[in-house]
C-alpha cells in the first residue's frame, strides 16, 4: 500500500510564501502524476497543481497559476510545493495524492492521499 506523507503548511501572512512537501512510500516515479488539491470549510476539493513524474510536464490551476513551483527528490521520493504571494483565500487544508498516469483534475481520478495539511493565510 502505497502512502503519502506531507508536512509544511501552517500560518503564513498574506504576501508570503509556504512550502509543502509531500513524501512518498514506494511510489515508482515512472508514469505516475503527483498532484495537490486543497479543501476550504464549506467547499468542494479544488485541483491546485500537478506534475507529471515521467517528463516534468505542469499544470496549475487558475487559482495559483504564476505563483506555484514544483521540485522533486527523487532520492526520497518527495515531492515539494511552493507557493508565493499568498491571498487569504488561500486559506484550506492541502492535500497531496497520486495516481498511475497522466495528469488529471478531478479527486474521484486519484486514489492514492496525503493526510491533508492546514495553511492559514492571515496576518
Known amino acids: 500500500q502505497v502512502q503519502l506523507v506531507q508536512s509544511g503548511g501552517g500560518l503564513v501572512q498574506p504576501g508570503g510564501s509556504m512550502r509543502l512537501s509531500c513524501a512518498a512510500s514506494r511510489l515508482p516515479f515512472i508514469d505516475h502524476t503527483m498532484a495537490w488539491f486543497r479543501q476550504a470549510p464549506g467547499k468542494e476539493r479544488e485541483f491546485v497543481a500537478a506534475?507529471?513524474?515521467?517528463?516534468?510536464?505542469?499544470l496549475a490551476g487558475d487559482s495559483v497559476k504564476g505563483r506555484f513551483t514544483f521540485s522533486v527528490d527523487s532520492a526520497k521520493n518527495t515531492l515539494y510545493l511552493e507557493v508565493n504571494r499568498l491571498k487569504p483565500e488561500d486559506t484550506a487544508v492541502y492535500y497531496c495524492?497520486?495516481?498511475?498516469?497522466?495528469?488529471?483534475?478531478?479527486?474521484?481520478?486519484?486514489?492514492?492521499w496525503g493526510q491533508g495539511t492546514q495553511v492559514t493565510v492571515a496576518s
Open positions: 506534475i507529471g513524474l515521467d517528463g516534468g510536464s505542469t
Open positions: 495524492a497520486a495516481r498511475a498516469g497522466a495528469i488529471l483534475v478531478t479527486p474521484d481520478d486519484y486514489p492514492t
